[in-house]
């Protein structure tokens, strides 16, 4: 009885841990506006998001410079291809990106030091700032602050099955059953929230031209999600099979109880 609830406590404890790691790591990678500045670069492959850019500045600063729109649009679209122009915009990026999720309220604005930097011009730095037509997405801004809440209660919960189950005394082999459990668990997660989830299902919300700066990101970092999840479906496969091989040790060895049968009495 006390065996079959441990292993019922490490499997919810393996489910919850594991929703409460895929979870973060999400949000690492969908809404972690921070990294979406340091990975401009990235986010800027994108045509879209470069002409966004390129558009409005363009427009802003033509009269002032004296030079068609395009002219300055395309100066700063090919910018914005170099490391050097996506340090420049990273914080433009990482603005856009808040704005994107619902953590930031105030618009997007590219002010006349940024102008003046995007088209080594001084004069248009005496130009307002110009604002990027970036919405909100309603569906990310509650899918953040769902995982705002979702993880930490997870991760709690997790634990929580994870004592219970270690005062339940459960058997070594079902302990490590338990953490096998736990790592194939989190690898297949891992890769779903870490990789499938932000590249494949976040863009399709919303048709927001910054909305594939998040399967940017997601891509960006997949040769981790990968050896991560191979690491803990391997790891936890093999913790398995160390299980069934200790409980099938340990079944050999026990004394094997020899029941006798009627004793023949001798007259």
């Known amino acids: 009885m006390r065996r079959g609830l441990a292993g019922l406590l490490f499997f919810i404890a393996a ?3 594991a929703l409460a790691a895929g979870g973060w790591y999400l949000q690492r990678v969908a809404f972690d506006t921070a990294r979406s500045g340091d990975l401009a670069r990235v ?7 470069r002409n966004e ?3 409005v500045a363009g427009q802003a600063t033509a009269a002032t410079l004296g030079v068609p729109p395009e002219q300055i649009q395309a100066q700063v679209d090919q910018l914005a291809r170099t490391n050097q122009g996506a340090a420049l915009m990273s914080q433009i990026v990482s603005d856009a990106h808040a704005k994107l999720i619902g953590e930031r309220s105030a618009p997007v604005e590219i002010t006349a030091a940024q102008l003046v930097q995007l088209t080594r011009d001084e004069r248009v730095g005496t130009l307002p700032p110009v604002v990027l037509p970036v919405e909100e997405v309603g569906v990310l801004s509650a ?7 979702a993880v930490p209660i997870a991760a709690i ?3 929580a099955a994870l004592l219970l189950g270690l005062v339940a005394h459960p ?21 779903g929230l ?4 932000p590249v494949y299902a976040l863009p399709h919300v919303s048709d927001n031209v910054w909305a594939p700066a998040i399967p940017a990101v997601a891509r960006y970092a997949l040769p981790v ?3 991560a999840s191979v690491v803990l479906v391997a790891g936890g496969a093999g913790l398995m099979l160390a299980a069934a091989a200790a409980r099938r040790r340990k079944a050999w060895s026990a004394p094997v109880p020899i029941r006798y049968g009627d004793q023949h009495r001798w007259s």
């Open 53 to 55: 850019i390129a558009t």
């Open 43 to 49: 986010v800027l492959r994108d045509d879209g998001i």
């Open 15 to 17: 489910i919850c841990l």
């Open 157 to 159: 919960l997790g634990g």
């Open 225 to 227: 999600v990968i050896v």
């Open 171 to 191: 058997r070594k082999a079902d302990a490590v059953f338990g953490i096998g459990t736990f790592c194939i668990v989190a690898g297949v997660v891992a890769f």
């Open 143 to 149: 899918i953040r602050e769902a995982l705002g809440w």
């Open 194 to 197: 870490g990789y499938l989830v």
